[in-house]
């Protein structure tokens, strides 16, 4: 399957780069956006936002929730921090969201897993007591974490940069589509979009490998009838390029 034609759900601008990383081993990149990324745009929430960019020396520690939590917050941080705060301790889940914070010039570190359970499972429960942790996401993000971390004893508060929003695409956006081998969802809501257009637009997809980002995913694939998802343990292209390595060589034997 060297010319596996791969379907990649991931939002903009990540997904150009996936797809990018996707024709260097020799396969097809297809993309389609299963959700759009929107800054906070009206002025109330970001003078808000602008708030509690200024405050964020009062935390112990900032945690990056995605790659665009952080390159957004990173833009916010460029503006109101020329040096940033010493006394906090900065964490990305994953090692994109890690990576990005690193590019920027924040010195993150990140858990050795690949989801917010595996994060919960690193940060000792005696270490959180007590703690300032502020959370950057978009809004309307699972709230899981915080409530997690609330229940340790931690003090959660919120910055949220962006929207997600579900892109609009006709019956004939998939009609011109070509034939699919494999398809790549990277996070819930995303696959939620695409099951929604499939069940419309492509209901035999459901037969087609689907590779996704972690159990809890994987599990919410085959809930909603997908018969051939597979567990890529992270949404970062290694992880997905790995999962794919190891299909498309099952395919080939």
């Given amino acids: 399957m060297q010319d596996c034609q791969i379907l990649i759900t991931r939002p903009e601008p990540e997904n150009s780069l996936s797809c990018e990383r996707v ?4 396969w097809v990149a297809v993309p389609l956006p299963m959700l759009e990324i929107s800054p906070i745009e009206e002025a109330n929430k970001k003078a808000a936002i602008r708030a509690q960019v200024f405050d964020i020396d009062t935390f112990d520690y ?9 390159r957004l917050a990173c833009d ?11 006394s906090v301790h900065w964490i990305g889940i994953g090692q994109g969201t890690t990576q990005t914070l690193l590019d920027e010039g924040v010195p993150a570190l990140s858990n050795p897993g690949h989801t917010t359970e595996a994060l919960l499972d690193w940060l000792k429960p005696a270490r959180m007591k007590d703690q300032k942790i502020l959370i950057v996401r978009g809004e309307g993000g699972r709230p899981e974490l915080g409530n997690k971390l609330e229940e340790r004893g931690a003090k959660i508060s919120y910055l949220s940069l962006y929207e997600r929003k579900k892109p609009q695409y006709s019956a004939q956006t998939f ?7 494999l398809i790549w969802a990277t996070s ?6 695409l099951s929604e257009y499939v069940s419309k637009n492509k209901l035999g997809w459901k037969a087609l490998p ?9 599990q919410q694939a085959k809930e909603m009838g ?15 390029i790995k999962a794919t390595e190891l299909h498309t060589g099952k395919q080939n034997d």
Avoid: Q, Y
Avoid at 62 to 70: E, G, P, Q
Avoid at 188 to 193: K, M, P, T, W
């Fill in 188 to 193: 819930g809501e995303s696959l939620l979009n």
């Fill in 175 to 181: 009609f011109m589509l070509p034939d699919i081998n």
């Fill in 210 to 218: 689907i590779m996704t980002p972690s159990i809890r995913v994987n």
């Fill in 76 to 86: 916010w941080l460029d503006d109101c921090w020329p040096m940033l705060p010493a």
């Fill in 62 to 70: 900032v945690i990056f929730v995605s790659k665009n939590a952080a």
């Fill in 23 to 26: 024709r260097t081993h020799g």
């Fill in 226 to 240: 997908w018969i051939n998802a597979s567990c890529a343990n992270g949404a970062d292209d290694n992880s997905l």
